[in-house]
């Protein structure tokens, strides 16, 4: 029996007009008979394709989507037609994953569908606001331009997420090795010695005790020690998808946390005023604006604070006034924005705006990022410190009785 494959198709209806879809069919033979049936003459029929991010062992990054949005923008000021620029970057990018989305893409596009309409079947990789600026530089006849400004847009968003990881890379390695220190000294070494000096007939004092009882429960129960992280990792996700409530206990809490709180407010400011005077100096109207921009914050507590902000300008209220009212802006936030109603710049108001912040968070980062290595040998200098004496303690007891 024939195995049953997913198929996308390319055809003409009786109307005269192009059409596509995907159909479950055994063979491209059946699915054309079927079709033909329908009054729809078949173009091409291929196997439907389901990307992952990772694919052959490669994976997109935001990074790729810069370079592919800057290599569009270039290739169609150069006059090449935007099916061209797609068919030669499909044929000569090295990234497998992109390949296949870039064929995937201008398959639709052969399809009858707008460059816009196909983006849209990959929203891990372009978000809504691109998807929509690239639709309004369709329509407008500027695609080139819009693009140009997308790319200057993930351009710093991906120097400032390199910019924040990097702040990560060194704690979270030390972090790790801080653990397995820990861990291996509970497990191998602190019962061996503590074994010794209860042995010898050491005094064992308060320190010495919650050591002991620290050593024995990782013995005991070594295997919770590993499982529990990991479950609190998934069920934690598990939560943030599922739950709005403990997405916008957990998003509050994040923008409570000390300098790491100020640091991601001021990243979520700087990315919201960036895009809304992207789009704002691309004629989009404010109503819509607001209504995309909530789709990109990544944060519910501002996420709600925009759906606030779109019902007060709906209701009459002035820009500033609306994001105002919120609580959740900085009074500069509204101040600038004052002014950019004021003078009808919104756009260049915006992008002040997004510069503020998001110099004010990299000042942030770099006066963090020296800050921590020494933190973290400190934490780690208490931990062996408090290990040696509640071992040493004893041991020098013994040592003055004999």
């Known amino acids: 029996m024939a195995s049953v494959k997913n198929y996308q198709w390319f055809g003409i209806n009786s109307a005269g007009d192009r059409v596509n879809g995907t159909a479950r069919a055994s063979s491209e033979d059946e699915l054309e008979i079927r079709l033909a049936r329908s009054g729809i003459d078949v173009l091409s029929i291929r196997v439907h394709r389901q990307l992952n991010i990772t694919l052959g062992g490669s994976r997109v990054t935001l990074r790729d989507i810069v370079a592919l949005t800057i290599q569009l923008e270039q290739l169609l000021r150069a006059g090449l ?38 983006l849209m079947s990959y929203p891990q990789y372009f978000d809504r606001v691109f998807v929509y600026l690239v639709k309004v530089g369709e329509e407008s006849g500027n695609l080139e331009h819009t693009l140009g400004q997308l790319a200057e847009m993930k351009k710093w968003q991906d120097e400032l997420q390199a910019k924040a990881k990097k702040i990560m890379i060194y704690p979270s390695i030390l972090l790790l090795v801080i653990t397995m220190v820990f861990t291996f000294m509970m497990i191998f070494v602190v019962p061996d010695i503590v074994k010794f000096v209860t042995d010898m007939g050491g005094e064992i004092g308060p320190s010495t005790q919650a050591l002991i009882a620290t050593s024995d429960f990782m013995v005991d129960y070594w295997y919770t020690v590993l499982v529990t992280p990991i479950v609190l990792t998934v069920v934690i996700k598990l939560l943030l998808r599922r739950s709005d409530p403990f997405r916008l206990l957990w998003d509050r809490m994040l923008l409570k946390l000390p300098l790491f709180g100020e640091i991601i407010r001021k990243i979520k400011l700087a990315r919201m005023a960036n895009t809304i005077g992207i789009m704002y100096s691309s004629g989009i109207s404010l109503p819509e604006i607001i209504r995309m921009v909530r789709n990109v914050m990544g944060n519910a507590v501002l996420e709600r604070a925009m759906d606030r902000v779109g019902v007060a300008i709906n209701d009459g209220r002035s820009v500033h006034e609306s994001f105002d009212i919120t609580g959740e802006f900085p009074p500069l936030v509204t101040r600038m924005i004052k002014v950019g109603e004021r003078t009808g710049r919104m756009d260049e108001a915006m992008g002040n705006i997004s510069y503020f912040y998001d110099r004010e968070a990299k000042e942030l980062i770099e006066r963090i990022e020296p800050a921590v290595e020494p933190l973290l040998t400190i934490t780690m200098a208490i931990i062996i410190g408090w290990v040696m004496s509640a071992v040493l303690g004893p041991v020098y007891d013994i040592i003055t009785q004999i």
């Open 81 to 118: 037609s935007l099916m061209d620029v797609l068919d030669d970057l499909a044929a000569s990018t090295e990234n497998r994953a992109m390949r296949e989305i870039l064929s995937d893409i201008y398959d639709q596009m052969e399809g009858g569908k707008s460059f816009s309409d196909a």
